[in-house]
Every structure is written in C-alpha cells, then in structure tokens.
C-alpha cells in the first residue's frame, strides 16, 4: 500500500511533471556508485507501494561490478533479490537527458520489511538512532571537491587539464580560491547549480582549489545527516553528468594525478541536544569537555576507520606531505594541517571539521564512522590527546595506516567500530575490498615493466 505521503508525492510529481516518459530507480553500492534499473512512467507508483526488487549482490559488488562470491550474497543462495524503496523527496527530473527522463534513489531492505544488512544507508540510520537515543541531533555539511578533465587524453596516454572555455587555452596552473577561474567555468557551474535546484540539493559555494581543473562544491549544513548523504550521492552525480554535457569529463578520484593534490571530502559534524543547543559550545572557550570526548572517540577509531574513509588504493596516494592532508592521529584549532579541525566562529556554530576520507569515499559509510566514533567518545568519556598548535607534519603523532593492506588490517582486527557497522557488514565490506586489493597487485604496471624488464 502508498503511504499518504508517498502517494502525495507522486501524485505531486507527475501533476508537475506530465511530459515524464522514464524514470531511473538507483541505489547507493558500498563504493557509492549508483546502481539500477530505468522504468517506465507506468510502473513509478507500483515502486512506491510494492518497491522493486533487485538482487542482494549490488552490496558484494568491487568497483568493477564484479561479484565477490566470497561474501555469500551471490550463487551460493541463488542470488536473490531484496527489496528496494524509493527515498522520501528524491524523486526529481534529470534535466541533463535528452528526453523527459526523472530519478529516484532507493534504499534495500528485506522481504520482511527490515532494513538489508548491507547498505550502507540503513548502517548510517542505525548510528543516527543510537545517537537519537542519548537525545544527540547531528548537524552536519559535506564538502566536496573533484577534477574536471580533458576528454582526451595526450600522447602519452596521460590525463589532461581541461581547456578553458574562456581563454580557449589548457589549463596548468590555478590560484585557489581564485574568482577568475571560477569566472572560467561560470557556464558549467552555474548548470550545476540549477540542476541542484531542481533536485532540492542545497549545494551552497564553489571553490577553485588549487590545481588545474580542481573545485570543491560545498552542501549547506543539514539536521538530517541520512539526507545530507544522498545529497552528496545527488551532488556527485549531478556534476559528473552536467560536466559531460558540456564536454569535460569529471572525476572524484582521490589522486588522479601524482604532482597535484587530491581530492577529499571534509565533513563538518556538531551536536544539538533535545532543546537545539550546540552541546559543543562553551561560552568562555573554543570548544567544552563534550566535544574532547568526541574528538577521543574519533581519533581512537580512526585507524579501523580508514578503509571506509579511504576506500581504494588509490586513495592512500593523498596523503603527502605538503598537501594539507593529515597523516597522523591528531587535532587543533582552525589547523588545516590536522585530521580534525575546529574551525573558529560563534559559539553556536562550534563544529569538528573531519579532513581525511577522500572524495572516491561512500558518503553514507563516511558519515557513520564518523558519527559511530563521536557516539563511542562521549558515552565512553575518551579524552584525546592535546591538540597540535602549529604545522601538524612536524608532529609525532601516531601515524594512520596509509596504505589499503595496513587499513584492511586495523579494521580486521576491531570490535568497537565493528559493533557500530554490525560484524554481517563489516564481513563483507572487509571481503569486497580484500579481494579487490588482491586482483589489483595482480596486475604488473607499465612502470615496473619499463624499471624491471631490462634491469632485472
């Protein structure tokens, strides 16, 4: 059966909306790439009363799409399929096709009604209701930045900078936070922004960054961090499509190239108690014991924590001296060199800024670890150590595993976060990923071709 709200809903939207022909059902898989089906405008409200089925193997799925049989969801019980349900004001058009074409994302759940253990966005939810429970409301943004490129590759087969739609010359370098550059761009981030307005994606400011061809786009902060993430799965989408409408390619990865920064995605995260006060403020301070329990939490968990913030090999190639990306366990006040930042600013908006997960990250996986180790510090009282005051690279801090084996490792062998993800969960997301690192150092590179062939 439609619930009210659902049927209002849709109701609502084909009455807006009666030149639709299709509409793409997508779910969120563990790397948060979106997956599904396209149907017709016939079968939108049989999905809202009776969902739409799909197989449980979207969640044992690497990046290549390929099933881990390993994890148990595939051929050995059949392959299923779960049930999906639309996500409450997702149903948008998708003005970037070239026919009528509207999107909804969808969540997985049992045939009993009870959320599927695997999807990421029913973990999130549970550490939302766990934190709901000691009468804690997060507030919460993301922020995230991406490359644009060049379509074309050069002739070496390398990536490019993109040319400029103004100068009509390759981009090499870019002055961050450069209004010139974003004047640049102006026509395809301007489309961004409206194909967010239409989605109801509350995308606030675009930034250059400080490579060729890099920006960040921030989200306005949200009380609802379970929404907050499908924006950000909106938002990634949103540009990835609109770039390649006009021409560029973009990308999310979180080093595409070796000599210029990568790309991360910085969440911003405070707490409102049941009367909506900052229960991280102090009237006198930059921050209160409140938030030290939370940072505790946070930097105990963040070792098991880096294989979901850091998810790839790939990802581990940010971290670089030089390239404000923390390396260690640490902390500070406005300190863009630390793995948690407390930005400055009215006590009302006091806030920890978290500045390791990489762009390629889940958003939903992003936001529970760090929503799970906030919880775990402050029930458990965890005080952290001293904050760094100056540049954190000269700190000796205890060192993250900054590499996807060491990762694998700490998480492996943890209970605490563990018991937050749920051990089904972290079974198979520990599985996919495992298996994915060992297909990748299958592979001989062409650089150790060209070192080893002829000096070996």
């Given at each position: 059966m439609i619930k009210v709200g659902q049927a209002t809903e849709v109701?609502?939207?084909?009455?807006n909306h009666p030149e639709v022909e299709a509409i793409d059902v997508l779910i969120s898989d563990l790397v948060g790439f979106a997956r599904g089906k396209r149907i017709e405008k016939s079968s939108l409200e049989k999905i809202y009363s009776s969902g739409l089925n799909m197989p449980a193997?979207?969640?044992?799925?690497?990046?290549?799409?390929?099933?881990?049989?390993?994890?148990?969801?595939?051929?050995?019980?059949?392959?299923?399929?779960?049930?999906?349900?639309?996500?409450?004001?997702?149903?948008?058009?998708?003005?970037?096709?070239?026919?009528?074409?509207?999107?909804?994302?969808?969540?997985?759940?049992?045939?009993?009604?009870?959320?599927?253990?695997?999807?990421?966005?029913?973990?999130?939810?549970?550490?939302?209701?766990?934190?709901?429970d000691i009468n804690l409301f997060p507030v919460v943004a993301v922020e995230l930045e991406f490359y644009l490129l060049d379509k074309n590759k050069d002739s070496n087969g390398n990536l490019q900078a993109p040319i400029s739609p103004k100068t009509g010359k390759r981009d090499e370098h870019t002055q961050v936070y450069s209004v010139d550059t974003i004047n640049d761009y102006s026509a395809l981030l301007d489309d961004i922004n409206r194909v967010c307005i239409e989605q109801n994606v509350?995308?606030?400011?675009?930034?250059?960054?400080?490579?060729?061809?890099?920006?960040?786009?921030?989200?306005?902060?949200?009380?609802d961090p379970i929404a907050a993430c499908d924006n950000a799965i909106l938002l990634k989408r949103i540009i990835k499509t609109v770039a390649d409408k006009h021409n560029f390619d973009a990308t999310f990865m979180a080093k595409p190239y070796s000599n210029e920064a990568g790309s991360g995605m910085h969440v911003h995260a405070s707490l409102l108690d049941e009367c909506g006060n900052n229960v991280f403020a102090d009237d006198y301070h930059d921050y209160n014991e409140t938030l030290e329990y939370a940072?505790?939490?946070?930097?105990?968990?963040?070792?098991?924590?880096?294989?979901?913030?850091?998810?790839?090999?790939?990802?581990?190639?940010?971290?670089?001296?030089?390239?404000?990306?923390?390396?260690?366990?640490?902390?500070?006040?406005?300190?863009?060199?630390?793995?948690?930042?407390?930005?400055?600013?009215?006590?009302?908006?006091?806030r920890i800024?978290?500045?390791?997960?990489?762009?390629?990250?889940?958003?939903?996986?992003?936001?529970?670890?760090?929503?799970?180790s906030i919880h775990y510090g402050i029930t458990n009282k965890i005080k952290p150590?001293?904050?760094?005051?100056?540049?954190?690279?000269?700190?000796?801090?205890?060192a993250l595993p900054l590499k996807l084996d060491r990762a694998l490792a700490a998480l492996e062998t943890d209970q605490i976060l563990t018991s937050y993800l749920g051990e089904a969960f972290t079974k198979n997301y520990h599985l996919v990923k495992q298996k994915e690192l060992e297909q990748f150092d299958m592979n001989i590179s062409e650089l150790e071709v060209k070192w080893y062939l002829s000096n070996s």
């Open positions: 109701e609502n939207f084909l009455s193997t979207i969640f044992s799925m690497n990046v290549l799409g390929e099933t881990i049989e390993e994890c148990g969801l595939g051929q050995d019980i059949g392959e299923p399929d779960m049930v999906c349900k639309p996500i409450a004001n997702t149903l948008h058009m998708a003005s970037w096709h070239d026919r009528p074409v509207a999107q909804v994302l969808m969540s997985m759940f049992n045939h009993d009604g009870t959320p599927f253990f695997a999807d990421p966005r029913n973990i999130l939810s549970n550490v939302v209701r766990q934190l709901a509350p995308a606030d400011t675009a930034v250059a960054e400080c490579a060729p061809g890099q920006f960040e786009i921030n989200l306005k902060h949200e009380a940072i505790g939490g946070m930097l105990e968990l963040m070792p098991a924590s880096m294989p979901l913030l850091c998810p790839n090999v790939n990802s581990y190639r940010r971290f670089m001296p030089g390239y404000y990306v923390a390396m260690a366990k640490n902390w500070g006040v406005d300190n863009r060199t630390v793995a948690l930042r407390l930005p400055r600013g009215h006590k009302n908006a006091t800024e978290h500045r390791v997960s990489g762009a390629d990250a889940n958003p939903y996986l992003v936001m529970t670890v760090i929503l799970a150590i001293a904050p760094t005051v100056g540049n954190a690279f000269d700190d000796d801090c205890e």
